[in-house]
């Protein structure tokens, strides 16, 4: 194991204020199991999962109320036990509407009678933790979800060689991984010779950034005496460090091609979080029903880095958190950067949840957008290389030709052009809307096609 | 808890922001005007403000009627125009007329902005345009020079005007001599200070370099333009001294006399009339410095940094196109369709 300062530093970023000091250094509290929880069925990206209960079912924690809906799908576990008392539309994290099980909890928080003792999985083939971790309904806890089976198994023809853990934690707030590289350091370790075994990996990056010092000497420590070739790297802190393709990018030099996965470059991400909930998964048999998540902001009683069961309620996490003080203007479902911004506190968290952010109305900006003045600024922020300002005009215009050929499908909608626009343009949901109506010309010029092939 | 689920704001990510905004960017232009504002009066007395008041006056009230005519959003808030009358008033000689500086203003705000859309949308940098509209409309009017406060050499005055280094420069070899005395009249010391016959604003070079100095500090300018337009000038120069020492300057007297440092700090590094891209802006002040260069030695202005910043305003959209960053996760720098 080495320590390697910046390896490669990725093109753009910005420096937000970091607002990590009311939290980095509280430990993780557990909160009690709520009354009642409303567990997405949605969570994850790809196909919202199926629901195997219904409304009176009595289930017991870890038992599974949905399965995988497709290859890129994932089950769902009831994180308490408890009666089903819905299975119905209703609003989810991500702000819109998703199939949502209530579960009223017996408060008793029974598990399922232990199947088999903890397996020795250093003797069990690859693709046996594979079904394991898709068994435990693992999916990407860094923000996007993706079910983690799926990235551990690529298709034939690719070699992933390059293993990297992400403790970046970029998203200013934020410092649930933070927490979790302190505290479980040696389970990071366990779940990096989990996933090392399940890829044959062979080189393994844990990527975190300059301003964590006392992660980076836990993980040091952790990691000591591992045997495989092994690099904990100090990334420049700079937003959005942590994203996939960027993190790539700093460990390696290779650039994920526009369109294509990490793997593509035979890299793998797992965030730290993903790594020591596989190995609940694959070690204890432990379904994915809770996580950390960092309460905090100027408009919560008192912040709190707090392990909570998932579907439990913005509500009940603030309650648990001092309450809300002050005048509170918006609560944001991750960090203020990527986050969502809610309309209900009655919502419940996902296995993606890494923060619940109250801000107070005074902390809240709110501007009209003026025209742009040219400054360059997005273009230096911009980590995909983009022209935010340009390719904003154009899908203002509704110019979606010029849009795709500015490569508006490369945005990451990490929103660093906006953090820096003095014209405040909404520039985030220029990109958005501009992707949106891109790939839409696309499948509506591809149906055209297979029409045309069609009649002659 | 109370519940206060009707009151949460909804709105899409980002939901944090750097604090800048257009109106302190300007602000922050204005702030870094004042030492070459304070410079001029001293150097030129009352004319600066005479000026400086009719120029931003003008601005202001052209730019709120043509807005309420337009029907458009009244832009003052931003203070842009403001910045447009300060600097067409630091662009002027100090004893123009004052209706000759309302045209200018006329010029800047309501042709070269507002007929282009506002603040955005125009292509040519306006304080630059309304100077140019003047210097071509009035050319004695610009090119008659104040004497400067502190004359170091009294006998090269006439009783109320005096040459510019460059125009004294050009005009003595247009008639064949050496100019006489020339660098006892305009030691490098006045030229650096500020204590020499041009525009209101662009004589000291220490004020303007600490106005520079201020926009980069707080981030509205980069380095980019105004050092390879400055270095460029140097260079250019320095090549054509070495070449023949007897009928070009010294690099320096190019550098610290007319509008370099106003041009390069202030007027080069517009935001909205330059470049988006770094690489963009490094070639936009290389062109600046180019052209300019080109108009002093063999042009029939003894100066031209004006010109120089319009030529290159108009290829900006050029430059943007062919700086175009490399996409990440792209091969090439592949070319719109």
New interface residues.
């Given amino acids: 194991m080495i320590t390697l300062g910046a390896l490669f530093n990725p093109r753009g970023g910005i420096h937000p204020a970091y607002h990590k000091d009311s939290t980095e250094s509280l430990p993780v509290e557990a909160m009690p199991v709520p009354k009642s929880l409303y567990v997405a069925l949605n969570q994850h990206l790809g196909a919202p999962s199926k629901p195997v209960v219904k409304k009176g079912d009595v289930v017991v924690r870890g038992q599974p109320l949905a399965e995988p809906a497709g290859y890129v799908s994932s089950w769902v576990h009831a994180p308490t036990s408890g009666v089903i008392r819905s299975v119905e539309s209703r609003l989810t994290a991500s702000g819109q509407l998703g199939p949502v099980v209530e579960i009223e909890a017996d408060g008793r928080d029974e598990g399922l009678p232990c199947t088999s003792a903890p397996a020795e999985w250093r003797n069990l083939p690859a693709r046996e933790l594979v079904e394991m971790v898709l068994a435990g309904g693992v999916i990407g806890m860094g923000g996007a979800g993706f079910p983690t089976q799926v990235k551990l198994l690529p298709p034939q023809g690719k070699v992933i060689h390059t293993l990297i853990i992400n403790g970046a934690e970029c998203e200013p707030y934020l410092t649930a991984d933070y927490r979790i590289m302190i505290e479980q350091s040696e389970k990071i370790r366990q779940g990096v010779e989990i996933l090392h075994r399940i890829l044959n990996a062979t080189k393994v990056f844990i990527a975190v950034e300059d301003n964590k010092p006392a992660a980076i000497s836990a993980l040091e420590k952790a990691f000591r005496d591992f045997a495989g070739e092994l690099a904990i790297v100090v990334v420049k802190t700079k937003y959005p460090q942590g994203a996939e393709k960027q993190l790539i990018y700093s460990c390696t030099r290779r650039e994920v091609p526009s369109g294509g996965l990490p793997m593509d470059v035979g890299a793998l991400v797992e965030n730290v979080g993903t790594a020591t909930a596989i190995v609940d998964a694959v070690v204890a048999h432990r379904p994915l029903v809770e996580r950390i998540v960092t309460v905090t902001g100027d408009a919560i009683g008192q912040p709190k880095n707090v392990l909570a069961r998932t579907g439990t309620s913005f509500r009940d996490l603030i309650a648990f958190c001092g309450g809300i003080r002050g005048n509170p203007g918006k609560v944001i479902c991750g960090g203020p950067m990527m986050g969502v911004a809610q309309s209900s506190i009655d919502v419940g968290m996902n296995k993606t949840t890494s923060g619940l952010l109250l801000l107070s109305r005074a902390q809240i900006q709110q501007y009209s957008s003026m025209p742009c003045i040219g400054c360059g600024r997005c273009v230096q922020a911009c980590p995909s290389g983009l022209l935010p300002c340009f390719l904003s005009e154009n899908i203002e215009a509704e110019n979606y030709g010029e849009a795709e050929a500015l490569n508006v499908l490369d945005c990451i909608e990490c929103g660093a052009c906006a953090f820096e626009c003095p014209a405040h343009r909404p520039l985030v949901q220029h990109m958005r809307m501009g992707k949106a109506k891109v790939l839409q010309r696309r499948r509506q010029r591809e149906a055209k096609a297979g029409q045309k092939e069609k009649a002659s | 808890?109370?519940d206060?689920?009707a009151?949460?704001?909804?709105?899409?990510?980002?939901?944090?922001?750097?604090?800048?905004?257009?109106s302190?960017?300007m602000i922050t232009v204005i702030v870094a005007l004042v030492p070459s504002l304070v410079a001029g009066v001293i150097v030129f007395g009352w004319d600066t403000i005479r000026l400086t008041t009719i120029c931003v006056a003008t601005c202001v009230v052209a730019e709120y009627i043509v807005r309420t005519m337009m029907r458009r959003d009244i832009g003052i808030t931003?203070w842009s125009a403001v910045v447009t009358g300060i600097l067409l008033a630091l662009n002027l000689p100090p004893t123009l007329p004052g209706w000759m500086a309302i045209v200018g203003s006329l010029s800047a705000i309501v042709v070269a902005k507002q007929l282009y859309?506002?603040?955005?949308?125009n292509l040519f940098n306006p304080a630059l345009v309304g100077r140019c509209v003047l210097l071509i409309s009035f050319p004695v009017a610009m090119t008659t020079w104040a004497v400067p406060a502190f004359v170091p050499n009294a006998s090269a005055v006439d009783a109320t005007t005096m040459a510019t280094p460059l125009g004294a420069w050009k005009t003595a070899w247009a008639s064949g001599n050496a100019p006489a005395s020339f660098f006892e009249t305009y030691p490098i010391r006045s030229l650096i200070l500020g204590n020499r016959p041009g525009c209101v604003g662009e004589t000291s070079v220490v004020a303007l370099l600490l106005g520079g100095l201020i926009l980069l500090w707080r981030?509205c300018i980069s380095w980019h333009t105004p050092v390879l337009f400055i270095g460029t000038v140097a260079v250019f120069a320095g090549v054509l001294h070495q070449a023949d020492p007897a009928r070009n300057l010294p690099a320096a007297y190019h550098v610290f006399s007319g509008g370099i440092f106003l041009g390069a700090f202030f007027m080069a590094t517009d935001?909205?009339?330059?470049?988006?891209?770094?690489s963009g802006?490094l070639i936009f002040g290389a062109g600046c410095g180019l052209i300019t260069m080109i108009i002093r030695k063999w042009g029939g202005y003894p100066e031209g940094v004006s010109f120089s910043i319009l030529i290159m305003n108009a290829l900006t959209p050029l430059i943007?196109r062919f700086t175009?960053?490399?996409?990440?996760?792209?091969k090439g720098r592949e070319m719109?369709?």
Avoid: A, L, Q
């Fill in positions: 808890m109370t206060s689920s009151g949460w704001i909804v709105s899409p990510s980002p939901h944090t922001h750097s604090g800048d905004s257009v302190r960017i931003d859309g506002g603040i955005g949308y981030r935001m909205v009339t330059t470049p988006v891209t770094r802006m943007n175009r960053p490399r996409t990440f996760g792209h719109e369709k």
